[in-house]
């Protein structure tokens, strides 16, 4: 059974920096892609931020320049480092990891930024 545990998240006012982690455990023979996924209320989940395992990584529009995720695969985590934080970044987080052609998904963890 593979598990994805979040942490990291928090309030924080306009401007400020959070950082994310994510952690997998369980049963795990390879991951591919790991990423991070946001939701605000009423709106649909987007992406924020994918890395292959070989480190190729790729950005929403709105996370570019503020945002840089990075992964440690001897210890299956990946992190979100998040500077220059908007209101409009207000949302849960969710980690995901794809292994073996199948998406697993974190419980979330919310940020919130005020102005």
């Known amino acids: 059974q593979v598990q994805l545990v979040e942490s990291g998240g928090g309030s924080v006012q306009a401007g400020g920096s959070l950082r994310l982690s994510c952690a997998v455990s369980g049963s795990i023979f390879y991951i591919n892609v790991m990423g991070w996924y946001r939701q605000a209320p009423g709106k649909q989940r987007e992406l924020v931020a994918t890395?292959?395992?070989?480190?190729?990584?790729n950005y929403a529009d709105s996370a570019k320049g503020r945002f840089t995720i990075s992964r440690d695969n001897a210890k299956n985590t990946v992190y979100l480092q998040m500077n220059s934080l908007k209101p409009e970044d207000t949302a849960v987080y969710y980690c995901?990891?794809?292994?073996?052609?199948?998406?697993?998904w974190g419980q979330g963890t919310q940020v919130t930024v005020s102005s």
């Open positions: 890395a292959t395992r070989g480190g190729t990584t």
């Open positions: 995901d990891a794809v292994i073996v052609g199948y998406n697993y």
